[in-house]
């Protein structure tokens, strides 16, 4: 049986394939491919086209560029599911400690806590999910998510701060509520009532 030219198969797949552990997967799946196509009679070089044609017909690039898109499209969806968990957590626990607040039950501090920290956190998986799919959004979504999620993360800190005393927190929860009221709110509200005239006209 013909020699099979190992180190010709790993410079093909090296200079095509950036991803260290995708290169070795590819590389072993093609050997073993080409390996197999040889036992059956194929010479080394209509084997070698026919596996890379089988396992890549527009070219082995094409399978880095899958491999990425499923990988971010996974983390996207990860990160979307873990923003409104937070998201859900944070509300529930900051209505809750108003109302044992207001009530003059013990408790409030700690559950403004949860809720600030899971607002906080709700902030982090948005701006990591805007991070990622910045390409899909136009220039204004950018800055108008971005402004939304500093205000938010501004008014997280400062209410944490407030809680343990430290300095900067009313300085912090007075910017957060200013980008709040006058950015976030009326660009949302000028967006969602553009959406519905032109929906009802």
Known sequence: MEEIHYEELFELVNSEISSEKLRLEVYDHVCSC?????????????????????????????????TFILLTLTNSFI?????????????????????????????????MFMGNSFLFLTMFFSASNLIMNRKKLSSLQIAQSGIGILSG?????????????FPTAN????????LLIAVVV????????????????
């Not at 596996?51 to 690039?61: R, W």
């Not at 993360?153 to 005393?165: D, E, Q, R, S, Y």
Request: glycine share 6%; net charge neutral.
């Open 79 to 111: 990160m979307k599911k873990l923003m409104y968990f937070c998201g859900l957590f944070a509300t529930l626990f900051i209505l809750t400690g108003f109302v044992v607040r207001w009530m003059h039950w013990p408790g409030a501090t700690a559950f």
């Open 34 to 66: 080409i390996e197999f196509l040889m036992e059956q009679g194929a010479d080394f070089n209509s084997a070698k086209e026919e596996a890379f044609l089988e396992l890549a017909p527009k070219g082995l690039h094409q399978i880095e560029n899958e």
């Open 186 to 201: 009326p660009s949302y509200f000028w967006q969602f009532y553009k959406r519905s005239v032109l929906t009802t006209s």
């Open 153 to 165: 993360a501004l008014i997280a800190v400062g209410t944490l701060f407030k809680i343990f005393h």
């Open 171 to 178: 300085i912090q929860i007075m910017l957060g509520m200013c």
